[in-house]
């Protein structure tokens, strides 16, 4: 029976937008036969948990073909990382040393090793290898499952909705497995008291369509347990129990997105054009690996500013040429044939790393940063740029280089380059000879000598963001500087459109990768001055694509 007398207004993080309404159902998962007990045959016990593990990678390879069709392939390929995991042999062997050691049931060793695997992932620095602490409990609890249905200990599969109408599921969290077997003519909307905006998980759920909130809490309470809800996904509010006025008001507001999302769905999956059929490259930005899933879910045609300093800001210490290596190729072999556009070191000014030990500097937006950095050690930039042209043969890469201000940074820059593929082909260390090379036109010097510029490189991007707040002498980190920072200034305009056609005359391309490019206001201004890209937050792609194709 409802409890009429509840009625509360909880606080999360948004993991997909829209409205959704329905009965809270807490998501039922069965713990019996997980607890530990003796077993004498050991040897039996590990063939049980063999024969599990078996046909769990069999049920992945029909859920991964399943999947496909729901969640698109570049999606539905996590289920085929699953079955990889599952052929780990560290992952069988410590499960079968628990068995063996002592002397316990499979259910329990699986669990035991399943949450030191996930302590181990959520320990990591690296983003994505933290994702994969989802991934290891999912596999784990698809074990389980399958030995106490073979046990006779579980009648029927973990996901229990016993509830009639359009449900909210409720729980601590979503493995991808359980995510893609909701049933969307039922389940409306997801909340969590823990998860991620950048897991799996939320990338099926963006993916599928289904309102989501993650990191509610302990607030997300079982006493509200099949109380109407509605789930605000545009700012992260979950409404249990409202009142009429509540509902009318969200009533209306998801007509509103519904119509509004039918209408972007329909560019999902193709090229952007303008009205006219001029293309245009929609890409999207990227900080870490992380973002893989969310800029594939994005339909954006591409990377167009993966920032590599993040690489070095999540280290402890300078990250070696293979741990580069080894991130970059993962991007790459992510993207497919899709461009991936990666940026040189950009550390100082507002990003930095302690173990760089960079000297207080009272503008350091404006100080030893970025390319000037790069150059001044030559070992620190040899080794990111060898790391980039190994991993050029597991996709479509582009180098860019930021803070150019003068012909000799480009000069100095691809005089290096030549030194490391001279190195590289003497160590029979294959690369791609033919990387695209492009600088970032984030100073007004760049902006203004970019018909000298355009003879040495491949392609510009404008970085907005620097490029206003040099061009207004307005420091963008300073808060009471907010109404001098102006990127419509015409000064700020005239420089792009210098650049544009400097870069044109040369015969190269050029894009906008900052802040500039999601703006929809000013994206008609950008089409007219012939911007051939655009580097977005992977949110804007498809809106962004919209408006494109409305304009000449």
């Known amino acids: ?87 780990d ?232 040429e293979e741990e580069q290596f080894d991130i970059y190729k993962s991007v790459l072999e992510g993207m497919g044939d899709k461009k991936v556009i990666i940026r040189t070191l950009d550390i100082g000014a507002d990003k930095t790393a302690e173990y760089f030990m960079l000297k207080p500097e009272d503008n350091p937006a404006m100080g030893i940063r970025a390319i000037r950095l790069c150059l001044q050690n030559r070992a620190l930039f040899k080794t990111q740029l060898r790391a980039l042209y190994r991993a050029s043969m597991f996709g479509n890469l582009s180098i860019m280089v930021p803070m150019i201000t003068s012909v000799e940074e480009v000069v100095e820059t691809k005089r290096i380059i030549e030194e490391i593929k001279v190195e590289l082909k003497d160590q029979e260390l294959a690369f791609k000879d033919d990387v695209e090379l492009g600088i970032m036109i984030e100073t007004p010097a760049a902006a203004l000598i970019s018909d000298e510029l355009a003879t040495h490189v491949d392609f510009f991007s404008i970085g907005t963001n620097d490029l206003t707040q040099f061009t207004l002498a307005a420091d963008r980190q300073n808060a009471d500087l907010g109404k001098y920072l102006n990127p419509y200034h015409h000064a700020v305009v005239r420089l792009i459109d210098t650049t544009v056609k400097n870069g044109h005359a040369a015969g190269i391309w050029v894009g906008i990768c900052g802040e500039l490019a999601s703006d929809e206001k000013f994206l008609g201004k950008l089409i007219q001055l012939g911007v051939d890209e655009m580097s977005v937050v992977p949110s804007s792609v498809l809106t962004l694509r919209a408006k494109i194709a409305s304009l000449g």
């Open 89 to 320: 042999p560290d992952y069988a062997s410590s499960i079968n040393k628990v068995i063996t050691e002592e002397h316990t049931n499979a259910e329990y060793a699986v669990t035991k090793v399943a949450h030191r695997f996930e302590k181990q992932f959520l320990e990591m620095d690296n983003d994505y290898m933290r994702g994969r602490a989802a991934d290891v409990i999912d596999i784990s609890r698809r074990i389980n499952e399958i030995l106490m249905m073979h046990s006779g200990k579980l009648k029927s599969k973990s996901i229990d909705i016993k509830n009639d109408g359009p449900v909210i599921i409720a729980a601590d969290d979503l493995v991808p497995s359980e995510t893609v077997q909701l049933d969307q003519s039922t389940v409306t909307g997801i909340i969590t008291t823990g998860g991620s905006n950048r897991s799996h998980t939320a990338i099926f759920a963006r993916t599928m369509g289904i309102p989501t909130i993650v990191c509610l809490g302990d607030v997300l309470s079982k006493e509200y347990e099949g109380l109407p809800a509605i789930v605000d996904g545009n700012s992260g509010t979950v409404y249990i129990n409202p009142d009429e006025k509540t509902v009318t008001r969200f009533k209306e507001i998801k007509r509103t997105d519904d119509t509004q999302q039918a209408h972007l769905e329909e560019f999902r999956g193709k090229k952007t054009f303008t009205r006219n059929g001029r293309k245009i490259n929609l890409y999207a930005n990227s900080g870490s690996l992380a973002d893989i899933d969310l800029i594939k879910a994005s339909d954006a045609e591409g990377i167009g500013l993966f920032r590599s300093e993040y690489i070095y800001m999540q280290s402890q210490d300078y990250p070696t």
């Open 1 to 87: 029976m409802e409890n009429k007398s509840i009625n509360k207004v909880l606080q999360g993080t948004v993991a997909n937008k829209g409205i959704a309404f329905g009965k809270i159902c807490f998501l039922k998962r069965s713990k019996k036969g997980l607890e530990k007990s003796f077993v004498q045959n050991t040897n039996a016990e590990c063939d049980r948990f063999e024969k599990a593990r078996l046909h769990a990678i069999s049920q992945l390879a029909a859920l991964y073909e399943a999947s496909i069709e729901k969640l698109g392939e570049q999606n539905a390929v996590v289920f085929q990382i699953h079955q990889m995991m599952l052929d």
